[in-house]
Structures are given as C-alpha cells and as structure tokens.
C-alpha cells in the first residue's frame, strides 16, 4: 500500500471521526476542523482553512460540506473529494432517514406523536436564534437592513419558491454598485476550468425537465432538493423558508408539523444540518412503503449536496483570482442581506402553525433565551425537550 493511500484513509478516518462528533452547524464545525484538521493532522494551515470556509460561506449549499469536500478535492482530487462528501454526509442521513422510518411507523400504528410537542416550538426558537446571529454578523449598513427587511416581507407575503432566486439576484445587483467602496487590487486573467459547472448546470437541466414532463415522484423529489441546493445562500438556516414554502405550503407533499419535527429532530443529530433533505424525501415517499421512503431520502440527499459540491469545486480553482474584483465583493453584501431576510421569514413561516399557547410561546421564548444567554449547544436543548415530551407523554 502507497504512502498515498494510507494517507487518504487516514483522512477518511479523520472525516468519519468528525462526522458522528460534530453538533451545532457551521460554526461549531469550523473550530473541530481547526482542532482535528489543522493542529493534529496539518492537512492545511488555519490560515487556509479560514479563507476556504469563507469561500464555502458565499457559495449555494451547505457550508461545512463544502468545506470538508473541498479539502479532499486539495489533498486527493475528485476521487478522494467524492468519498470525502460520502463519508462526512452519510451518518447523518441514515439517522435522519430512521427518524422518518420511525414517525411514519409511529402514524401507521396509530402511536401517539405528543413526545414531539415540545420540540416544535422549540424549532421555532432556534430558527429565530439563527435569525438574529445571520442578521448581526453578516448586515452593518442601511442598505443591508433594508434589504433584508424587504426580502423579509415579500417572502413572507409572497410564498412562492420562485421568489427566492429572484430576491437573492436582486439584493446582489442592488450592492453591485456599491463596489468603489471595495479596496483596489490587481486583477488578473483568470484561467478557468469548467468542467464542474457545466456537470452542475447539465443536471440542473436534466432533472428540471424530466421533473416538468414526467409525473414520477422519485426523479420530482431530485429535480426539487436540487434545484433548493442550487439556491440556498447561508447554510442549513435558509434552507428552512425554501423548503417550507415549497413542500408545505407550495405543493402539499407534507404537514407543518411534520416538517418542524424533522427541523427540530436534526438539531440533535450530530454532522451536515442538510441531511434534513433525508428525512423529508423520505416521508414524501411513505405511500411507497420501506424501499420507496429509503429511496426518496437518498434522492433528497443526493440532490441537496451536489450542487454545492459541484460549484466548490468549479469556484475553488480560482477563487483567487475573482475575489479581487470589486463589484463581486460588493454583491456579496446585497446577497447576505437578502438571505437574512428569509431566515427572519422562516420563524413567522413556522410560528403560524404552532398552537397558541403560554406554554408554547415560552418554549419558543426560553429557547431563545438559553441560546442567547448561554453556551448550551442546541442539540442538548432538543434533546432535553423529547426527553420532557416522553416523560409528560
């Protein structure tokens, strides 16, 4: 064995490691990359490993995936980068995909759902969490707050999937302008390779129109998550507000309390908070029996990680390069703006269903208030919640 390969499993082992031990989204991930990848490992320097998780932040999809794929595309190239992304995503989508086994057996038997009562407004208190850390980090200037309550109310009135791109493009064309107030630098001519976007945009097509022409639930369900993965700016939080407002509100292919449980239920599941897609695609499928629901959370997963995997590897080549441009550093601003926006939309979206109570209100309250105030990872809080619903149940 090459000293190659057994540095790729070591990698792998590493990726794996990280896979079942990281809560808490992106920003929990970064620090056990800097922890397992840099200090042990040295795959690369923190220095890079910043820039390369800001790259990740500005692309569609999910940001910590990327991040990890990308690093495997650097150390071993498609191969590598490929079992990198299958090893990093995989645990959390078979759990994902057992609750949703689990949920829908539970209905099928008739057993009682009200262990889950808690965690539903407590969703809700996360997603507004999300919310305000988005908005604080990402927006500083007028523009940026106008935007984002613009998009904040159009998305909340207008529920249509189709509003999204055309809210993120406009927030972008909006801050375009801004870019004198970008720092000068050189720029030079870039050498691109577009092997990887033409991958991405092929099957953005393809799926679009089998998904248009055929009436087949599997290939609707890839054409669907793919087409969000290709959209969704910020992470597992603006997943949230595209999601809900197409397989809830825009298409009936699942209740509310369904689609909040399954957001809660991943909060407590250790790895990419985009193997949500697992347990939605799944639960689309429940009418198909076992196979059909472990296919539809395959083909949901599928379709939510490769686009950004595919633009990963497309923008990483000459990344470089591009960020010197002004007008694009300056687009950036209008883009997270709008995607705050939605964040905020989402906590309305999912408030509207929960029942008015004291009792929840101050979940969704008190949930916000330990994130805020303490340093209680969010996983824990969920599970304290489905620990009070069976204990009460």
Not at 77 to 83: D, H, V
Request: charge should be neutral; include cysteine; hydrophobic fraction near 55%.
């Amino acid at each position: 064995m090459t000293i190659r390969r057994v540095r790729y499993i070591i990698f792998l082992r590493d990726v794996l490691i990280l896979s079942v031990s990281a809560f808490g989204g992106p920003q929990a991930h970064i620090a056990m990359f800097l922890d397992m990848l840099v200090k042990k490992r040295a795959y690369l320097s923190e220095t890079d490993l910043i820039e390369l998780f800001a790259l990740c932040q500005i692309l569609p999809g999910p940001t910590s995936t990327q991040t990890i794929t990308a690093l495997g595309y650097k150390i071993g190239g498609s191969k590598l980068a490929y079992l990198t992304l299958l090893v990093w995503a995989l645990p959390a989508v078979l759990l994902m995909m057992a609750a949703a086994l689990t949920v829908d057996v539970f209905n099928d038997q008739n057993i009682s759902l009200e262990f889950l009562r808690y965690v539903q407004p407590m969703a809700v208190g996360i997603v507004a969490y999300s919310a305000y850390r988005i908005s604080s980090s990402v927006v500083s200037s007028i523009e940026g707050y106008l935007l984002m309550a613009f998009a904040a109310v159009c998305s909340f009135y207008l529920r249509s999937p189709y509003a999204f791109p055309v809210l993120l493009l406009l927030g972008g064309f909006i801050t375009a302008f801004k870019y004198k107030q970008q720092p000068e630098s050189e720029k030079l001519r870039l050498n691109i390779n577009w092997i990887h976007f033409i991958a991405w945009a092929a099957v953005l097509s393809v799926a679009g129109i089998f998904g248009t022409f055929f009436n087949f639930l599997p290939v609707k369900i890839f054409e669907n998550f793919y087409r969000n993965g290709s959209l969704i700016f910020g992470g597992g939080q603006v997943l949230i507000p595209l999601l809900f407002t197409e397989l809830v509100e825009f298409k009936d292919w699942l209740t509310s309390e369904e689609f909040i449980s399954g957001y809660a239920l991943v909060q407590a599941v250790p790895g990419p908070t985009f193997s949500f897609a697992a347990y939605l695609g799944a639960l689309i499928m429940s009418d198909l029996g076992t196979g059909g629901q472990i296919l539809g959370g395959l083909l949901a997963a599928a379709g939510i990680f490769l686009p950004g995997t595919f633009l990963i590897f497309f923008v990483s080549k000459f990344w470089e390069d591009v960020k010197r441009y002004r007008m694009i550093k300056a687009s950036l601003e209008g883009i997270n703006a709008v995607s705050s926006g939605l964040v905020i939309a989402a906590t309305l979206y999912l408030l509207e269903p929960i029942p008015i109570s004291g009792t929840n209100y101050g979940l969704i309250l008190g949930t916000f208030g330990i994130l805020f105030f303490t340093k209680i990872p969010a996983p824990f809080v969920i599970l304290a919640g489905l620990i009070m619903g069976f204990v009460i149940s």
